[in-house]
């Protein structure tokens, strides 16, 4: 049984840095991409980056791409999402996702595996 467990949210102002961590545990995840995506309210799941896990290749939304990066530790079965210049807009709960795929798949019906969600709020 896989299971995913997000940490590292909280308030921030705008400008500010954060990193989340996924805590990835229930299997080995070489076949394996995951995914961080955020949910504001009244709003949609969107998808914010994804890491292939067997070769570290990385996609991400153009709403973050040059502000977030996304990596992982195989050693620890943990992935990060850094994210840098926070703003107002990027407040949402964020979750990570897994999914047996080679491509890094954006929406959020093709992931069979869901965190709890963390909640990042950046301030004006």
């Known amino acids: 049984q896989v299971q995913l467990v997000e940490s590292g949210g909280g308030l921030v102002q705008a400008g500010d840095s954060l990193r989340l961590s996924c805590a990835a545990s229930?299997?080995?995840?070489?076949?394996?991409?995951m995914g961080w995506f955020r949910q504001a309210p009244g709003k949609e799941r969107e998808f914010v980056a994804g890491?292939?896990?067997?070769?570290?290749?990385?996609y991400y939304a153009d709403s973050v791409k040059g502000r977030f990066t996304i990596s992982r530790d195989s050693a620890k079965n943990s992935m990060y999402l850094q994210m840098n210049s926070l703003k107002p807009p990027d407040t949402a709960v964020y979750y990570c996702?897994?999914?047996?795929?080679?491509?890094?798949?954006?929406?959020?019906?093709?992931?069979?595996?869901w965190g709890q969600g963390t909640q990042v709020t950046v301030s004006p």
């Open positions: 229930g299997r080995t995840f070489d076949t394996y991409v």
């Open positions: 890491i292939r896990w067997s070769d570290d290749h990385t």
């Open positions: 996702a897994a999914v047996s795929a080679w491509v890094i798949l954006t929406s959020p019906a093709q992931y069979n595996y």
